[in-house]
Every structure is written in structure tokens, then in C-alpha cells.
């Protein structure tokens, strides 16, 4: 069956420091790969999608995210956080091109900025 | 401006009784759906649906159920039968094409 699992419940990360938030799917073919953002209380917001093509992909707030076929991993990174960043963040996977009814979502971790 | 509105916000209801969530969207999208949120258990499908007069359960549907008869609104009943509904509920659109969903808001159900 299909998953996703993030592995890492919370992180803490410096303001202006580097950030890597892990995932990793389960799932037979190529799938479609997305990281959202969720503020408290708040919908989910879509940082950025991979598809087909360059494995590496921008999105918005300054993330970006790389798709690793051998490793099943599709992490998130981001250079240097700002404090606006602290959020709660899903990986996701889509395993059907034209049915987003099939999008799973991981667990989340929530990222917390020190000032 | 083109969204999500899902109504109420907060929602306080006794034990046995149904509640409604509504959720209305005004972005054209075909498909809708119903997603439960819990601490440290991401995002749950209770429902779908990709056209008008048709939905079809997700993972949790027991003790929910649905309707979608108009485009632009597909709103969800919390029954009795639900044995732990205090959640926050997600509603989210999508054109079913990009695999992207957008949300709304969320609704949060307290059952006492």
C-alpha cells in the first residue's frame, strides 16, 4: 500500500540556519510529490509539487525539494529560515495523475525557529 | 477573491448530536473533498467527490456522511454513530487534473 512517512515529529532549527525536512514514500511507480505548509489553525498551503522531469524543484517562500527515486525521498530544504517559517509541514504523494482523490498525506513535522 | 469558506470556524456540540460543516468554494473546481485532522496523524479522507451528485467514502467515512448537490458545495454531517469526532476538519477543491488541493480554513469540532 501507499505511505508516507516523515520521520522526524519536531525540529528546531536557529533563525538563518539551514533546514532539511525529511520524507519518504512507499509506492510502486513514479509518483507525484508535494510538500504543503500549515499554519496553527490554519488550511494547508502548497509549497511545491514534482511531477516529471528536473528532480529538483523550487517552490515558493525560498523552499525547494529534490526527488531521489533509489533513496524514495523527496526532502524539503531551504537555505536559511526566517521566523515566519515556523509552521507545521506534510509531504504528500499522488498516485494518480488525473485523480487528486489518491493523495496521502504524512504525518507532518513541525518546525520551530530559535531566535 | 476565489477560495474556501468553510463554516463555522469553532463548533461546540453535545454527545449524540449531528452537526453540519459547510464548505463553499468559488474556484470552479470539480472535485471536493473531506479530510480529518488529529495531533500527530496528518491529514485522514473521509470523502470525495469529482462531480455533482456523486461522492465516494475515503479512508474514515464511518459516522460521516455527504452530499454535493451543487458544484460549489459539498457539506458534511458528523453523525451520532462517530465515535470520536472532535477534530479539525479540512475541506479542499481541486481540478482533479494538477493533483494540487487547496483548503480552506478548517472547521474545529468539540464534541462535550
Known amino acids: 500500500a501507499q505511505s508516507v512517512t516523515q520521520p522526524d515529529i519536531h525540529i528546531t532549527v536557529s533563525e538563518g540556519a539551514s533546514l532539511e525536512l525529511r520524507c519518504n514514500y512507499s509506492?510502486?511507480?513514479?509518483?507525484?510529490l508535494f510538500w504543503y505548509v500549515q499554519s496553527p489553525g490554519q488550511g494547508l498551503q502548497l509549497l511545491l509539487k514534482?511531477?516529471?522531469?528536473?528532480?529538483l524543484v523550487q517552490g515558493i517562500k525560498g523552499f525547494e525539494a529534490e526527488f531521489k527515486r533509489s533513496q524514495s525521498s523527496f526532502n524539503l530544504r531551504k537555505p536559511s529560515v526566517h521566523w515566519s517559517d515556523a509552521a507545521e509541514y506534510f509531504c504528500a504523494v499522488g498516485v494518480s495523475y488525473s485523480s487528486a482523490s489518491k493523495i496521502i498525506f504524512g504525518s507532518g513535522t513541525r518546525l520551530s525557529i530559535r531566535p | 477573491d476565489g477560495g474556501i469558506t468553510q463554516s463555522p470556524k469553532y463548533l461546540f456540540r453535545k454527545e449524540g448530536q449531528n452537526v453540519t460543516l459547510s464548505c463553499e468554494q468559488n474556484l470552479n473546481h470539480d472535485a471536493m473533498y473531506w479530510y480529518r485532522q488529529d495531533p500527530g496523524q496528518g491529514l485522514r479522507l473521509i470523502y470525495y467527490s469529482q462531480i455533482v451528485n456523486d461522492f465516494q467514502k475515503g479512508d474514515i467515512a464511518e459516522g460521516y456522511s455527504v452530499s454535493r448537490e451543487k458544484k460549489e458545495s459539498f457539506p458534511l454531517t458528523v453523525t451520532s454513530a462517530q465515535k470520536n469526532p472532535t477534530a479539525f476538519y479540512l475541506c479542499?477543491?481541486?481540478?482533479?487534473?494538477?493533483?494540487?488541493?487547496?483548503f480552506g480554513e478548517g472547521s474545529r469540532l468539540t464534541v462535550l
Open positions: 509506492y510502486g511507480a513514479t509518483p507525484y
Open positions: 479542499a477543491s481541486s481540478t482533479g487534473y494538477t493533483g494540487e488541493l487547496f
Open positions: 514534482y511531477f516529471s522531469g528536473d528532480t
